[in-house]
Structures are given as structure tokens and as C-alpha cells.
């Protein structure tokens, strides 16, 4: 059974700091993909990433895949209010398969 | 612009009663989900189709069926309605396997109370 597990799942964080957010599966996977949600909203896709190595950015947020580690990041740079959200992390096993989810971090940047 | 329609944004129904929640997709995708989100589990998959009058059960399918007469339209159903079906239900869709990505586009979601 696949695992996705990310940490926190909290993070209260200052204006204008960096932090990461981890995303650890268990088993092999090509595809990894991250979402944000506004409070009573739907799901908004961030990234794609589609091989080992893979490394995109847009605004502050940049997000990283090391497939033999089975881990996914999500830095924040800079943290503004505006990316208070909740991020989760999905993970693919075969193409075409639904995503498992891990649990989500809820990010609330403060002042 | 690609869109994934929930019928309800909000419904609230009565404990035992037959629910139908709808999803419609007008990306010509053929893979179509249901997932139920609970605060502390993430989402969670119902049940998912591949193709047309195809179904396969996802993790909790448990007092929930579905059916997929047209490629764009996914129903969820829940055959009894019971309080611990009270959720959020968001239905998504990607489009078929072997193409460089399989990102999921979501519908609104339904916040279904049951009462």
C-alpha cells in the first residue's frame, strides 16, 4: 500500500521567512504533484513533477522530486500572507492511476 | 479553460436517504474520480472510473456506488445516507494513460451534511 506522508502538517511562519515542506512516499513513482486549497475551496494544481530531478519554481513557492529518496519538497521563500493555504502532496504509482494524497500542510503566515 | 462541475456546492440531507452527487467534465478525460476529504486524512478515494460503464473501488468504497453511462458525467451515490457520511466530496478527472502527464483537474466540491 502506497504512504504518502508529509511534514508538518502545521506551520505557523512569519512574513518574509523561508521554510520547507517534506513530502515522503513509500513505494516507486515517476509523478508527483502538488496542490494548494483555500479554505472551503477546491483543489488548484501548483506543480508537476515528472522525473528525478525535476525542479520548478513560480513566485516564491519551488518544488523539487529526488525519486531514489522518494521525497518531494516545497520551499517557500520569503513567505507573504498570501500563501496561507493548505499544500498537499500526491503521488502517482502508474500513469494514469489516481493520486494518493498525503494528509496536507495547512500554512498560515502571520505578520 | 479545462472544467470539472459539481452539481451542489452544499447539500444536507436526512439520515437513509438516497443521495446522488454529480461531477461532469468537459475535457474529453477518460479517467474520473470521487474523493471524500475529512479534516486530519486528506482525501481519500471513493471509487474511480476508466472508461465508460467501468468502475473500480478506491480505498473506503464502503455505503457509496457510482456510475458512468457518459464519458464526461461520473455520479456518486450513496445508496443510504448515514451521519459519518457527513464530508466534503470532490470529484476529479485526468485525461488517459501513457501521456506526459496525468495532472488531476477537480471539480468545487459538495459539502454534504447528513442529518
Known amino acids: 500500500e502506497l504512504k504518502v506522508e508529509q511534514n508538518p502538517l502545521f506551520l505557523s511562519m512569519q512574513e518574509g521567512k523561508n521554510y520547507t515542506i517534506y513530502c515522503n512516499y513509500s513505494t516507486t513513482s515517476d509523478r508527483l504533484y502538488w496542490y494548494r486549497q483555500d479554505p472551503g475551496k477546491s483543489l488548484e494544481s501548483l506543480f508537476v513533477l515528472l522525473s528525478n530531478g525535476a525542479v520548478k519554481q513560480e513566485g516564491r513557492l519551488m518544488a523539487s522530486l529526488d525519486t531514489k529518496a522518494r521525497l518531494s519538497t516545497l520551499h517557500i521563500t520569503a513567505a507573504v500572507h498570501d500563501l496561507s493555504a493548505t499544500y498537499f502532496c500526491?503521488?502517482?504509482?502508474?500513469?494514469?492511476?489516481?493520486?494518493?494524497f498525503g494528509k496536507g500542510t495547512s500554512l498560515l503566515v502571520t505578520p | 479553460d479545462v472544467k470539472v462541475t459539481q452539481s451542489s456546492r452544499y447539500l444536507v440531507k436526512r439520515t437513509g436517504e438516497k443521495v446522488f452527487l454529480e461531477c461532469v467534465q468537459d475535457m474529453d478525460h477518460e479517467n474520473m474520480f470521487w474523493y471524500r476529504q475529512d479534516p486530519g486524512l486528506g482525501l481519500r478515494l471513493i471509487y474511480f472510473?476508466?472508461?465508460?460503464?467501468?468502475?473500480e473501488k478506491g480505498d473506503i468504497p464502503e455505503g457509496y456506488s457510482v456510475s458512468r453511462e457518459k464519458k464526461e458525467r461520473f455520479s456518486l451515490i450513496l445508496e443510504s445516507a448515514s451521519t459519518n457520511q457527513t464530508s466534503m466530496y470532490l470529484c476529479?478527472?485526468?485525461?488517459?494513460?501513457?501521456?506526459?502527464?496525468?495532472?488531476?483537474?477537480f471539480g468545487q466540491g459538495t459539502r454534504l451534511t447528513v442529518v
Open positions: 472510473s476508466y472508461d465508460v460503464k467501468m468502475k
Open positions: 476529479a478527472s485526468t485525461p488517459g494513460t501513457g501521456g506526459p502527464s496525468t495532472e488531476a483537474f
Open positions: 500526491a503521488v502517482e504509482v502508474h500513469s494514469g492511476y489516481a493520486l494518493n
